[in-house]
């Protein structure tokens, strides 16, 4: 009976422990979510200013002498944008990549339990 009462009160604690990690897991997963959607509006705000960019560069190649220079700084930021884009979609592609690894460790701990709990069922 003792054996009993001891294995239950082990399969208690490692339910707990499971629940808690799959909270955690869970909690992670939406952060790395939440990142995810930040970079890519952050993504979508740069290309739409690259796009404005382009366009004021455009105008200013069509205009006199003097928007040489303004040309010049049209396409120095676009560069610097473009270049923060790049960085962007890597950071996005890391936080996806976290993501789906926080999702399979999620699923992972989600399926302890449930196997923990099937175990205590059997009890």
């Known amino acids: 009976m003792d054996k009993f009462k001891e294995k239950l ?3 208690r604690a490692e339910a707990d422990a499971a629940q808690t990690r799959a909270e955690i897991a869970e909690r992670d ?3 790395a979510k939440a ?6 509006q952050e993504a979508i705000s740069l290309n739409n200013r690259i796009a404005l960019l382009e366009g004021q560069l455009e105008k200013a190649e069509t205009g006199g002498s ?8 049209l396409e ?12 962007l ?6 936080y996806e ?3 789906e690894t926080i ?14 709990m099937r175990a205590m069922d059997e009890l």
């Not at 003097?66 to 700084?73: F, I, L, Q, T, W």
């Not at 992972?108 to 923990?116: A, N, V, Y």
Request: charged letters at 50%; proline letters at 0%; a negative charge.
């Open 29 to 31: 997963l939406a952060a």
């Open 35 to 40: 990142e995810v959607s930040a970079k890519d």
């Open 103 to 116: 999702n399979a460790e999620n699923k992972k701990i989600k399926d302890e339990l449930e196997e923990t």
């Open 76 to 87: 120095l930021k676009n560069e610097d944008l473009e270049r923060k884009v790049k960085t």
């Open 97 to 99: 990549i976290k993501w």
């Open 66 to 73: 003097d928007s040489k220079s303004k040309v010049r700084e």
């Open 9 to 11: 009160t082990n399969l």
């Open 89 to 94: 979609e890597k950071e996005n592609e890391a």
